[in-house]
């Protein structure tokens, strides 16, 4: 069975069977929303009632009927895909499809920045593969979503301790062009950042004494 691929940060975007399906090819929050639902959650049963609050709590019409509607113009979209069952839906309750495995790119950076800590000294490979990841904000499309925001702050902090310490590695190195590259980066997300302006200040003293 393919892998359903999904990329999150600073996007969204779906890959499965050689194809791929991206924001920008159907532009609605509502679908992003209820997918990247399903794909956090992919295995969870959450009855029709719960779901249909979640995903329309503040809106005027009927949720249930606008979550029915929502679930059919997801379930076209995948169709792009192929005619699997990717939405089961059983007994009032919808679910991902288990024998569908879902990798998504926030778990792969998490799981990065795990590895880069797990024995005493830091391995700064695995902190390059967590940065290169990184493409901005995550799920900017529905950034104002609560859980959103927590998951984007969590991710910016965690890209930023990565970012540094790939920063002093490469002063540490005299690796200027990296220095320089990963330091603008990090001023890019921090621009008041107290470590890189120390470091740019030591490295700008070093190239000119």
Do not use: C
């Amino acid at each position: 069975m393919n892998t359903m691929r999904v990329k999150m940060i600073g996007t969204f975007e779906m890959s499965y069977n050689g194809k791929t399906i991206a924001y920008n090819d159907f532009h609605s929050s509502k679908i992003t929303e209820l997918l990247v639902y399903l794909f956090k959650k992919p295995f969870d049963q959450i009855s029709n009632h719960e779901l249909s609050e979640i995903m329309f709590k503040d809106a005027s019409q009927d949720p249930l009927n606008a979550l029915k509607a929502l679930v059919y113009r997801v379930r076209v979209l995948l169709k792009e895909f192929g005619d699997e069952p990717f939405i089961i839906s059983s007994k009032g309750y919808y679910y991902w499809n288990e024998s569908i495995p879902v990798e998504i790119d926030l778990d792969e950076f998490e799981h990065y920045i795990q590895l880069a800590k797990k024995d005493e000294e830091i391995n700064y490979e695995y902190y390059e593969k967590a940065v290169a990841l990184y493409k901005g904000r995550l799920l900017p499309m529905i950034a104002n979503t609560l859980w959103v925001k927590l998951e984007n702050t969590y991710l910016e902090s965690k890209v930023l301790q990565a970012m540094l310490a790939l920063m002093i590695k490469y002063y540490e190195e005299e690796s200027i062009e990296e220095f320089k590259e990963m330091s603008r980066k990090i001023l890019e997300l921090d621009v008041y950042n107290e470590k890189a302006h120390y470091y740019i200040m030591k490295q700008y003293i070093r190239e000119n004494n």
